[in-house]
């Protein structure tokens, strides 16, 4: 079975500039979030959608935006980009909203200079 | 504020040298604790769950335990291959979501 996948694997924009990163979550997962990573960190939650619906945010501000399509895939949005906004973006998706292990792509790797 | 803290953050060992990671963590309303790999340049891979103080789960040579407070993943007779990045996480609930909190993990080394 396919994992979770994610386009483009690596971007590279300047700063002002607003990018759309893609995931489509293993076949039958309903639940989508989305992580940041940066060099030597752990990922931070930025959000999750279940059902189309946002299901919950992370501290990061309204630049940071994104949906869910009826098929559970679903879009990361970031407007305005910064340098600080480089860092990899992980997507990962479990089967229902709680209590399940959330299993991760291999992100996409976006540079801003 | 849920808070997630890995020891030590690297570690070196020599083939066949078990060891143990920390991870201790503060969160209200535990709904799992999450353990995962990852290597350089991929995304995390799942490894466990536990759910409850006292639970045990084993894979391969890599077994995870569970307390109230941390949780430890031991690591018995390691291979090279062992080496990655290992990641705790906790599952909370907050606002009506549920978010895996991450610690910064614990990057491990196996020289032959």
């Known amino acids: 079975d396919a994992g979770v996948t994610q386009s483009p694997t690596h971007l590279i924009k300047t700063r002002g500039q607003h990018v759309t990163l893609r995931c489509s979550p293993i076949?039958?997962?309903?639940?989508v979030s989305w992580y940041q990573q940066v060099l030597g960190q752990g990922p931070q939650f930025i959000f999750q959608?279940?059902?189309?619906?946002?299901?919950g945010r992370g501290n990061f501000p309204d630049r940071f935006s994104a949906r869910q399509f009826p098929n559970y895939s679903s879009e990361l949005n970031v407007n305005a980009l910064l340098l600080g906004d480089s860092a990899l973006y992980l997507c990962?998706?479990?089967?229902?909203?709680?209590?399940?292990?959330?299993?991760f792509g291999d992100g996409t790797r976006l540079s801003i200079l | 504020e849920d808070q997630v803290t890995q020891s030590p953050e690297a570690l070196r060992l020599q083939e066949g040298e078990s060891s143990s990671l920390n991870c201790s963590y503060t969160?209200?309303?535990?709904?799992?604790l999450f353990w995962y790999r990852q290597d350089p340049g991929k995304g995390p891979e799942f490894l466990f769950t536990?759910?409850?103080a006292g639970e045990e789960k084993e894979k391969e040579r890599l077994k995870a335990t569970l307390t109230k407070k941390e949780s430890f993943l031991h690591i018995t007779a390691p291979k090279p291959e062992d080496s990655a990045t290992y990641l705790c996480?906790?599952?909370?609930?907050?606002?009506?979501?549920?978010?895996?909190?991450f610690g910064k993990g614990t990057k491990l080394t196996v020289n032959p």
């Open positions: 990962a998706s479990s089967l229902e909203r709680f209590n399940q292990p959330q299993h």
């Open positions: 076949s039958g997962h309903k639940s």
């Open positions: 959608y279940y059902e189309k619906e946002e299901r």
């Open positions: 969160v209200s309303g535990l709904r799992g």
């Open positions: 536990l759910y409850s």
């Open positions: 996480a906790v599952g909370g609930f907050q606002g009506g979501s549920e978010k895996l909190v």
